[in-house]
């Protein structure tokens, strides 16, 4: 079954506010990714993270490995219109092992 | 342009007729695999392709079947396609089994009636 909870499922952002949203499992992961999906397209690797505790950024996204490995958190800086969509981590436990997706967070703009 | 490329991009049909959807990469990646997206579930994959004629089930293979006779093309097909299979459906590239970059094809929306 599926391995990986995303928090929230959905939120709403305003234009300029910076939004946060994470994922966590009971097990270890030794890779971390966070992939976009706009609506009507195949999701997008966004970021890329292989060691526990790591910051990594890519514009105004950042993410972040924790530290017990069980977990990672994603970061949006001063979010715009084109933000929306559905953000998924995905974990790999080891090097050449499948991926396992999480549920998805989907953003929606405030109307 | 790099890229993964599903037809077709919308699909609706009814219970137990067969339909193949086809997936080509422009890429020359190995490996291939097949996810299907359901509200809260995320991607589950269904199939997998590690090189020519080599394949493998995933974590939902039952009412699927696929093959790899060419390295671009991966196709999925369902045999008696039935209501539980409504779903939208992602093709994915990477250049080797294990290589966490995975390109997505745009999906295919499949609706069973």
Redesign the interface.
Known sequence: GQQLNQSPQSMFIQEGEDVSMNCTSSSIFNTWLWYKQDPGEGPVLLIALYKAGELTSNGRLTAQFGITRKDSFLNISASIPSDVGIYFCAGQKAAGNKLTFGGGTRVLVKP | EAQ?TQNPRYLITVTGKKLTVTCSQNMNHEYMSW?RQDP??????IY?SMNVEVTDK?DVPEGYKVSRKEKRNFPLILESPSPNQTSLY?C?STPN??N???F????TQLSVL
């Open positions: 993964v996810y809260g579930l995320g991607l589950r994959q997998y995933g992602f994915a089994f294990g966490e970059k995975l997505f094809g745009s999906g």
